[in-house]
């Protein structure tokens, strides 16, 4: 599964940014998804997960309420949604795919892995 993130940039600290990863060819409908994040200095971390067919989703306490997650089969491409957003959302955003449909809310089973988008936000 070759995975493609874009969408980052310059954002001010209360605005709105949307992340998409696209999925070219492949069986991009039987993989779970998540978004992880790295911020400088610190480890990479899951902040969202989509199940396969999108009917389930995890979100971190950090980004509860404030990111959405989504994803449309028909298009091979899966979307974070970012609203109120802080300087502390500030990283590098992954996405990744996993074979694993049952534990897709857990960070480990993710092996398939798309290059990061840089996400500022900052005034």
């Known amino acids: 599964v070759q995975l493609q993130a874009s969408g980052g940039g310059l954002v001010q600290p209360g605005g709105s940014l949307r992340l998409s990863c696209a999925a070219p060819?492949?069986?991009?409908?039987?993989?779970?998804m998540a978004w992880f994040r790295q911020a400088p200095g610190k480890e990479r971390d899951i902040i969202a997960a989509i199940s396969y067919g999108g009917r389930s989703t995890y979100y971190a306490d950090s980004v509860n309420g404030r990111f959405t997650a989504s994803r449309d089969n028909a298009k091979n491409e899966m979307y974070l949604q970012m609203n109120s957003l802080k300087p502390e959302d500030t990283a590098v955003y992954y996405c990744?795919?996993?074979?694993?449909?049952?534990?897709?809310?857990?960070?480990?089973?993710?092996?398939?892995w798309g290059q990061g988008t840089l996400v500022t936000v900052s005034s």
């Open positions: 060819g492949g069986t991009f409908s039987s993989y779970p």
């Open positions: 990744a795919a996993t074979s694993n449909k049952v534990q897709f809310r857990t960070s480990s089973v993710y092996n398939y």
